[in-house]
């Protein structure tokens, strides 16, 4: 798959689409250095492409509006669960940006 079939992909079948098998796929490595790609892999697996598979230690990590985008996605599906923690969000978040003064008050909490 290149750039352009993974983005059509993404509009016709939006979040939730995301197939984890892509991750063994020979093409995955060097489709997933654009950002807009990556973006769209984040709406497509409601943010978990960056928790687990190889995106969980990229770079995209340290791409402010990669993590704000994963971190709104994942407020908005978990917020309301008893269980959830605003802790958690920091998974989403490289540690260089752990003392980011817009990251911290996105999360509502310092690391």
Same mark, same amino acid.
């Given at each position: 798959m290149n750039k352009s079939?993974?983005?059509?992909?993404? %509009?016709e079948n939006g979040a939730g689409s995301y197939d984890t098998n892509w991750e063994n796929g020979s093409?995955?490595? %060097? #489709?997933t250095r654009d950002k807009e790609v990556v973006l769209a892999? #984040? #709406?497509?697996?409601?943010?978990?492409?960056l928790l687990h598979g190889p995106l969980k230690d990229s770079e995209f +990590? +340290?791409? +402010?509006?990669?993590?704000?985008t994963a971190i709104d996605i994942y407020? !908005?599906?978990?917020?309301?669960?008893?269980?959830y923690e605003a802790g958690e969000l920091w998974?989403?978040? %490289?540690? !260089?940006?752990r003392r980011d003064?817009? #990251?911290i008050d996105e999360i509502g909490e310092e690391f």
């Open positions: 079939e993974l983005l059509s992909y993404f %509009d093409w995955f490595s %060097d #489709v892999m #984040v #709406v497509m697996s409601d943010a978990q492409c +990590k +340290k791409d +402010k509006e990669v993590v704000f407020r !908005t599906l978990w917020e309301d669960e008893e269980d998974d989403f978040v %490289d540690q !260089t940006l003064q817009e #990251v």
